[in-house]
């Protein structure tokens, strides 16, 4: 099985600006979860989706949202971006058949905000 | 309020010599717990889960965890260290049941093997 593939692998934008970032989870896995990786912060939560629906949301600001499509394929936007939204944000699927699956992670994309 | 606390920031071990890492969690009913590691530039990786049963876990690579309840612990061990192990490191817990069904993770602990 191909694994959780995320696009774009690199960004760089400028404060202001919004950006859309995607992940493909692995085929059969129905849940999708977002992280945002800092150095000094660790790996902080975002939101979680499953079939479509948000489950979970972290302690982020309204700027930061997401969605998940038909075939569990999630996307996260950022918008009006902050010099501090600089990070590695990590995409992670799992199959969820009651919270006791493992997570399988992307690449991430690494964003840097100018 | 669920949290996991990863005491160490950093962890120094010999070649060949035994390693843990520590991990503690306090959830408000029954945990599921894992471990995961990140490689220098590569994703994070599943190593090990608890979710019932035997209270040793056995994962990856040659790493185990124990589930301690009493303790509220589950670290991760491995006999004999590799050079190749030195990553950072990851605990995290999910409370089933607690109304918060989310992972909660450690802030990472990283584990440096000198030759």
């Known amino acids: 099985k191909a694994g959780v593939t995320q696009t774009p692998r690199y960004l760089i934008k400028t404060r202001g600006q919004q950006v859309t970032l995607s992940c493909s989870p692995i085929s059969g896995h129905r849940s999708v979860s977002w992280y945002q990786q800092t150095p000094g912060q660790g790996l902080q939560f975002l939101f979680e989706y499953f079939s479509e629906t948000q489950r979970n949301k972290g302690n982020f600001p309204g700027r930061f949202s997401g969605r998940q499509f038909s075939n569990s394929r999630s996307e996260m936007n950022v918008s009006t971006l902050e010099l501090g939204d600089s990070a590695l944000y990590l995409c992670?699927?799992?199959?969820?058949?009651?919270?006791?699956?493992?997570?399988?992670f992307g690449p991430g994309t690494r964003l840097t905000v100018l | 309020a669920q949290s996991v606390a990863q005491p160490e920031d950093q962890v120094n071990v010999a070649e060949g010599n035994p390693l843990t890492v520590k991990c503690t969690y306090s959830?408000?009913?029954?945990?599921?717990l894992f471990w995961y590691v990140q490689y220098p530039n590569r994703g994070l990786q599943f190593l090990l889960k608890y979710i019932t049963g035997d209270n040793l876990v056995k994962g990856s690579y040659g790493f185990e965890a124990e589930f301690n309840k009493s303790q509220t612990s589950f670290h991760l061990k491995k006999p004999s260290a590799l050079v190749s192990d030195s990553a950072l490191y990851f605990c995290a817990v999910r409370d089933i049941g607690g109304s918060n069904y989310q992972l909660i993770w450690g802030a990472g602990t990283k584990l440096i093997i000198k030759p």
């Open positions: 959830v408000s009913g029954n945990p599921y």
């Open positions: 992670a699927s799992s199959q969820d058949s009651g919270g006791h699956n493992e997570q399988f």
